[in-house]
T-cell receptor, first 115, second 122 residues
């Protein structure tokens, strides 16, 4: 089956620190991989995505590389800011499914960045 | 263009009461998805609807839960005779196309989530 396992939080970092949030997946087909972010009081927003092995998604200084050999899609940022404080969700979409209900989410990791 | 609107944001119900959660998709979107996030768990798919049709409800509990998306008005997720285990955040998402129709890799951010409705059953 399909599932996503991501690093448990919460994660607290100082401003300008390096961020890694681990995400690994299990999929039956050839999934696309996503990171969503939820800022306080807001809905989920797509942060970045990768659709095939070795693709790198990037946005707002965040990066994640689709690693098929390790079934991972770790989120990284070189220097976090206070405004990055949010909950981050790793997700996969399995293209082999014929239905439309094929977004599988991890449990979310809460990041707090302190000045 | 307003985003996906969910209401109420917070709802408290006593055991045995009914809960109704509403979702207005983004303008022009005809596909609505409901997800549930139980405490300490990820978001789990519940149901996918188009106008006046339930396309897939495989993630919906068989008892007490129902969803609709009428021709006019918002999508409604209805939970009858709520129990404590129903306490969760319920997220709605909308898109102009289905996951199957669009190329997620190229279409970018075409799936929009609401801010969620937090149900607490006391």
């Amino acid at each position: 089956g399909n599932s996503v396992t991501q690093m448990e939080g919460p994660v607290t970092l100082s401003e300008e620190a390096f961020l890694t949030i681990n995400c690994t997946y299990t999929a039956t087909g050839y999934p696309s991989l996503f990171w969503y972010v939820q800022y306080p009081g807001e809905g989920l927003q797509l942060l970045l995505k990768a659709t095939k092995a070795d693709d790198k998604g990037s946005n707002k200084g965040f990066e994640a590389t689709y690693r098929k050999e390790t079934t991972s899609f770790h989120l990284e940022k070189g220097s976090v800011q206070v405004s990055d404080s949010a909950v981050y969700f790793c997700a996969l979409s399995d293209r082999d499914q014929t239905g439309a209900n094929n977004l599988f989410f991890g449990t979310g990791t809460r990041l707090t960045v302190i000045p | 263009n307003a985003g996906v609107m969910q209401n109420p944001r917070h709802l408290v119900r006593r055991r045995g009461q009914e809960a109704r959660l509403r979702c207005s998709p983004m303008k022009g979107h005809s596909h609505v998805y409901w997800y549930r996030q139980l405490p300490e768990e990820g978001l789990k798919f519940m149901v996918y609807l188009q106008k006046e049709n339930i396309i897939d409800e495989s993630g919906m509990p068989k008892e007490r839960f129902s969803a609709e998306f009428p021709k006019e008005g918002p999508s409604i997720l209805r939970i009858q005779q709520v129990v404590r285990g129903d306490s969760a955040a319920y997220f709605c998402a909308s898109s102009p196309l289905t996951f199957r129709d669009i190329d997620l890799g190229g279409a970018g951010n075409t799936i929009y989530f609401g801010e969620g409705s937090w149900l607490t059953v006391v």
